[in-house]
T-cell receptor
Framework: QKEVEQNSGPLSVPEGAIASLNCTYSDRGSQSFFWYRQYSGKSPELIMFIYSNGDKEDGRFTAQLNKASQYVSLLIRDSQPSDSATYLCAVIRDYKLSFGAGTTVTVRA | DVKVTQSSRYLVKRTGEKVFLECVQDMDHENMFWYRQDPGLGLRLIYFSYDVKMKEKGDIPEGYSVSREKKERFSLILESASTNQTSMYLC???????????FGPGTRLTVL
């Protein structure tokens, strides 16, 4: 079993819609959870992190964490063409940050 | 602004060559990492270092070694490059266990 699993996608949503991305992790000792965005040909950049169960909102982005279910999600509201990218879920335990394979999102104008 | 730089954006090497990939960060970060990224496999950790002269194996260390002689510099070494090491290599740095991890621009290595 992979440490971090994501829906492989691709996910295609119309402009203005909500994009929903899911991620599960296997290590119950994971301490913090991150969502990175990676544009084609670029390196990943952090968009959200969450430590505690529940929701965390930052602008159009909401991260949700459920440690009992070992599940973390990212919602992108009012999706824009500029949100078209690959989204990487990552979890950390001690020094090590482990990544999922990523979900590619395409926002249709 | 944190800056992580890598010595080359593109590199082409021959099978059996020794390859050095250099990474430098300018924010005095303790922790530095080397990943490779392949389609469908995501980012996989090769090695990391949490202090000068310290190194730890990641998930896929075979065929690689690292060097950290100074806090700001972390080098990845391919002792004898092979075609299955053709990949995008990403360096990253971070301060502390749970803070944001910053990535360099990546080096696309092709081994012929």
């Amino acid at each position: 079993q992979k440490e971090v699993e994501q829906n492989s996608g691709p996910l295609s949503v119309p402009e203005g819609a909500i994009a929903s991305l899911n991620c599960t992790y296997s290590d119950r000792g994971s301490q913090s959870f991150f969502w990175y965005r990676q544009y084609s040909g670029k390196s990943p950049e952090l968009i959200m992190f969450i430590y505690s169960n529940g929701d965390k909102e930052d602008g159009r982005f909401t991260a949700q964490l459920n440690k009992a279910s070992q599940y973390v999600s990212l919602l992108i509201r009012d999706s824009q063409p500029s949100d078209s990218a690959t989204y990487l879920c990552a979890v950390i335990r001690d020094y090590k940050l482990s990544f999922g394979a990523g979900t590619t999102v395409t926002v249709r104008a | 602004d944190v800056k992580v730089t890598q010595s080359s954006r593109y590199l082409v090497k021959r099978t059996g060559e020794k390859v050095f990939l250099e990474c430098v960060q300018d924010m005095d970060h303790e922790n530095m990492f080397w990943y490779r990224q392949d389609p469908g496999l995501g980012l996989r950790l090769i090695y990391f270092s949490y202090d000068v002269k310290m190194k730890e194996k990641g998930d896929i260390p075979e065929g690689y070694s690292v060097s950290r002689e100074k806090k700001e510099r972390f080098s990845l070494i391919l002792e004898s490059a092979s075609t299955n090491q053709t990949s995008m290599y990403l360096c990253a740095s971070r301060n502390g266990a749970a803070n944001e991890q910053f990535f360099g621009p990546g080096t696309r290595l092709t081994v012929l």
